[in-house]
């Protein structure tokens, strides 16, 4: 063990560096966040992950946020075990029918103020599930979104630009 | 062994039976003959597949009156997939020993969306957890909504002190239809819809997809495309059991395994992404091919990949084998009889974990596994680190396989022509593959003018979770995080 944290204190790191925010997603936040909670926050945010119905695809990818490449904490972003803990609710997947309470419950067991970021084709638009009698719809028929991260699924750049975004917006 | 044909062509020509031999071949399963494969429903008609010395079998059975005889009565894992039949069909199990409703959760607005597809309330049905009785016992509810980043499922745990003395899981949370999705669907759709079956198994479920499509059209597809297929299913093997195994150790509070094994998986899926243009490769394998070729910048990328791999992961395993503070959470913990894991024909690790040396590569076996070398490791502890060390060592294999498909990889085309204007098999196909996590079953049906007219995914996780049941008894509640990540079963590929 002392071998291998000794070689990771002489690795360069292999973290990425930080990518800027896109503009389209810029503009849709600009309408979506208030200077009050802009304030209030500060440049931290939890993140509460609900999948309310995914291939388990996004997962994959939200997960690899909290590698060394992309080191999400860095940016004052983390994941947190509750809703109750979370500022942001990141969720994926066409809502199923069987998840829809799951997920508005969710939502009403997170603290104002809070935002909801919609990840992936699934959660914008139901992807290649739409038409199913199984199905609700995009997750913006079910609770309100303040921005979509497009991508099936989003990769984990992606995913930090649209969060970052988030942030960014948050801190003017 | 060689010129076995893609597809598993050696199946044997699906059989229309009556109640009694229907009957006879669910006691002749659960005696032991043979391994149930899957049951299924259609219209109008179950099917059960089953596997006997490396052959498939598919019997057939009418339901004229809505109902066929149960074989769950016999065979415990088949139950949920009976369950599933009357969910989605309307048709009955007669006497079944479990009558609750499984997907159905009392959400969709109708029953038997299948079926008969009458309307009904979307309220939601009470669901009656099977009672355990004696002091001082209490009940934990866990999920659907979880504390990680997993998926939907419901987990009641019923415990004394903080011994498990139960465990009954509800599923059903992320059901989204695909079956009803995939009737009427161009193959291309469809084969969009298998990769999305299960997003960490995406290339398995697209091969066997592929295969039973290409079985029903007698389509054979380029040998390039075959062995492209294997080298995308080993990486994403690979990077799955790198994903399992930090995770694993994470729940263990062991965080430094966990973070130089999601290195490891970057790595891979950086390569996947710059070999065939997505990190995860999905819809790169189609019915009658792939649609990503591998160039030589892909080869070397790929070259170094695996000798990365062969020096920095044996570090990794030496740490965990080296302490002991780990192997006091694995060592034990979450044991698996062999014997619940061949009633039930567990796939993957966890089967073979336990004692149970099946792999759909070895047979039935499809090409090109059988002109590579390649071992299947097999355990009989069954406890957490067995299936720890299982993975550990697919990851060698793999790594194995990756570079012999490297150094075969023939010339050619990637996609087969037009199918043959007559299919040969009757419309029908099906298939047997290994994904990461275990056997895939697939099933195809199709239309006249090629559409699909019934597919069938069945997904390793069916005869999983049931044992995850089984292997946490008489645990600490504490373990479960522990037991439940070292099985990784999937709740998307369970709930369609």
């Known amino acids: 063990m002392r071998k291998l944290l000794f070689q990771s204190l002489l690795q360069s790191a292999l973290t990425e560096r930080a990518p800027t925010p896109d503009g389209p997603q810029l503009a849709e936040l600009a309408e979506s966040l208030a200077g009050a909670a802009r304030r209030r926050l500060g440049r931290s945010l939890s993140i509460r992950e609900v999948d309310a119905g995914s291939c388990n695809g996004c997962e994959l990818e939200i997960h690899a946020l909290n590698n060394a490449f992309y080191d999400i904490e860095r940016f004052g972003l983390r994941f947190v075990a509750s809703p109750r803990h979370a500022d942001v609710l990141l969720v994926t997947g066409p809502v199923t029918k069987n998840m829809q309470v799951a997920l508005e419950r969710t939502y009403a067991a997170t603290p104002d103020p809070k935002w909801v970021v919609a990840a992936g084709d699934c959660a914008a638009n139901c992807g290649v599930f739409s038409g199913s009698y199984a199905c609700v719809g995009a997750v913006s028929s079910v609770i309100p979104v303040d921005l979509h991260i497009r991508g099936c699924p989003p990769n984990p750049m992606t995913l930090l630009k649209g969060l970052i975004a988030l942030v960014d917006q948050m801190v003017v | 062994m060689q010129g076995l044909p893609a597809s ?209 059209l007698g389509l054979e597809p380029p040998p390039r495309a075959v062995w492209l297929r294997a080298l995308m299913a080993e990486l994403e093997r690979v990077a799955n059991h790198f994903g399992d195994i930090g995770a694993i150790c994470n729940d263990a509070s062991f965080s430094l395994i966990h973070a130089h094994c999601s290195i490891l998986r970057e790595h891979v899926l950086r390569a996947a992404d710059a070999c065939f243009g997505h990190r ?96 299947v490791p097999v355990r009989q502890e069954g406890d957490v680190d067995a299936r720890v060390w299982v993975r550990i060592d697919e990851v060698f294999q793999s790594v194995s396989l990756i570079e012999q498909v490297l150094e075969a990889l023939p010339g050619g085309s990637l996609q087969a022509g037009p199918a043959p204007s007559v299919p040969r098999n009757g419309n029908e196909g099906l298939a047997l593959v290994e994904g990461f996590r275990g056997d895939i079953f697939a099933w195809v049906r199709l239309d006249p003018d090629g559409k699909i007219a019934r597919c069938h995914l069945r997904d390793p996780s069916w005869f999983q979770w049931p044992l995850l049941e089984a292997a946490i008894e008489g645990n600490i509640v504490a373990d479960f995080p522990l037991c439940n990540k070292s099985f990784n079963c999937s709740y998307s590929g369970h709930d369609l």
Request: aromatic share 8%; hydrophobic share 40%.
């Open chain 2, 8 to 216: 598993a062509a050696r199946a044997q020509p699906r059989v229309i039976v009556d109640a009694a031999s229907w009957t006879r071949a669910g006691q002749d399963i659960a005696s032991g003959q043979g391994t149930l494969l899957s049951l299924w429903g259609d219209v109008d008609t179950v099917h059960l597949a089953a596997l006997e010395e490396g052959q498939i079998g598919i019997l057939t059975f009418a339901c004229a009156l809505g109902r066929f005889p149960s074989i769950g009565r016999f065979h415990p894992p088949a139950l949920r997939l009976e369950r599933t039949i009357c969910d989605l069909y309307g048709l009955q199990a007669e006497d079944p020993p479990d009558t609750r409703r499984w997907l159905d959760h009392g959400r969709w607005g109708a029953r038997q969306p299948l079926g008969k597809n009458p309307p009904a309330p979307s309220t939601g049905d009470p669901y009656a957890f099977r009672p355990v009785e004696g002091p001082p016992m209490h009940q934990i509810p866990v999920g659907p909504v979880h504390a990680g980043i997993i998926e939907p499922g419901h987990f009641r745990f019923t415990a004394n002190g903080e011994t498990v003395v139960r465990l009954e899981e509800r599923l059903g949370y992320v059901h989204k239809g695909i079956d009803h999705l995939m009737t009427g669907a161009s193959p291309e759709q469809a084969a969009k819809l298998a990769g999305r079956v299960s997003g960490d198994s995406t290339i398995a479920y697209a091969i066997a997809f592929a295969q039973a499509v290409e079985a029903a």
């Open chain 2, 280 to 375: 995860l490769m999905m819809d790169r394998v189609v019915p009658g091919g792939v649609t990503a070729d591998l160039g030589n910048d892909g080869i070397a990328h790929l070259r170094t990949l695996t000798a990365m791999i062969r020096r920095r992961f044996p570090e990794l395993v030496e740490l965990y084998d080296n302490t002991a503070s780990l192997q006091d959470r694995t060592v034990t913990t979450g044991v698996l009889a062999g014997d619940l894991a061949r009633q039930y024909g567990a796939g993957g690790f966890i089967g073979r974990a336990s004692g149970r040396a099946f792999d759909a590569r070895k047979a039935p076996g499809y090409a090109p596994y059988d002109r590579v070398r390649f071992e």
